[in-house]
């Protein structure tokens, strides 16, 4: 499973690929609005500087709403780096622009999806990736892992190539469990990668393991 994280925040995306595990990037306009990254030309250059940093798909977010403002805007996106991976909404002028990259060989990550509808309509269309948003889901009290349930076994009946990107995961048993269900890719914040370090029994191991060892070297 590949392991996105979901910031435009660059000390955290430098800190995930220290970790050694990050696999790429998603971001999104709110996450751009959080980083205060606003105007076209900062915008692109906080996608170059993503880029120079992880060497993995980059998921950069289109703003029009409609057909030729979504391939005109992903056009310049995808043009800035090989690694851009054009993000459209599920919007039916998105759907068709999607199918558009998708002949043209721009890879797509199709985003705001929250039924197995949508999913079966990104991956017809060619999406790249597809991405349901577990914990908003959740938020409206609806099982968000029970789509990525459903959504990997729709692909995996007709072998669909797009990948199921689980989003809006917000913590570790989310991912554990995107994991045991097949998600092809997670993305979340740094805290929940981190987060997977932690186990109460490898701290108190390992302060065994250290005294014991001092207790021979007195
Ligand atoms: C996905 O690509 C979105 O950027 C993101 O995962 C949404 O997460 P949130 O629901 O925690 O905002």
């Known amino acids: 499973m590949k392991f996105f994280i979901d910031t435009a925040n660059l000390q955290e995306i430098q800190e995930a690929h220290d970790l050694g595990v990050l696999d790429g990037v998603t971001t999104n306009p709110s996450l751009m609005a959080k980083e205060g990254?606003?105007?076209?030309?900062?915008?692109?250059?906080?996608?170059?500087?993503?880029?120079?940093?992880?060497?993995?798909?980059?998921?950069?977010?289109?703003?029009?709403?409609?057909?030729d403002g979504m391939v005109r805007e992903g056009e310049i996106l995808a043009d800035l780096h090989p690694n851009i991976v054009v993000k459209v909404p599920m919007i039916r002028d998105g759907v068709k622009a999607i199918r558009y990259f998708s002949e043209k060989g721009i890879k797509t990550n199709c985003t705001l999806v929250f039924s197995a509808g949508q999913a079966l309509l990104a991956a017809k269309a060619g999406a790249t990736y597809v991405s349901p948003f577990v914990g908003r889901l959740d938020d409206v009290s609806t099982d968000g892992l029970q789509l990525i349930e459903q959504i990997v076994q729709i692909y995996g009946n007709y072998g669909y190539q797009t990948q199921v990107l689980a989003a809006s995961v917000r913590h570790v048993m989310h991912l554990v469990q995107c994991a045991e269900i097949g998600a092809d890719v997670v993305t979340c914040p740094l805290n929940v990668i981190t987060s997977?370090?932690?186990?109460?029994?490898?701290?108190?191991?390992?302060?065994?393991?250290?005294?014991?060892h001092a207790k021979g070297n007195k």
Request: aromatic residues 8%; hydrophobic residues 45%.
């Open 37 to 67: 990254i606003f105007g076209h030309d900062n915008v692109m250059a906080h996608y170059k500087q993503i880029c120079e940093i992880v060497d993995g798909d980059i998921s950069a977010e289109v703003i029009a709403t409609d057909f």
């Open 196 to 212: 997977l370090l932690n186990h109460p029994l490898t701290d108190i191991g390992l302060q065994k393991f250290l005294a014991d």
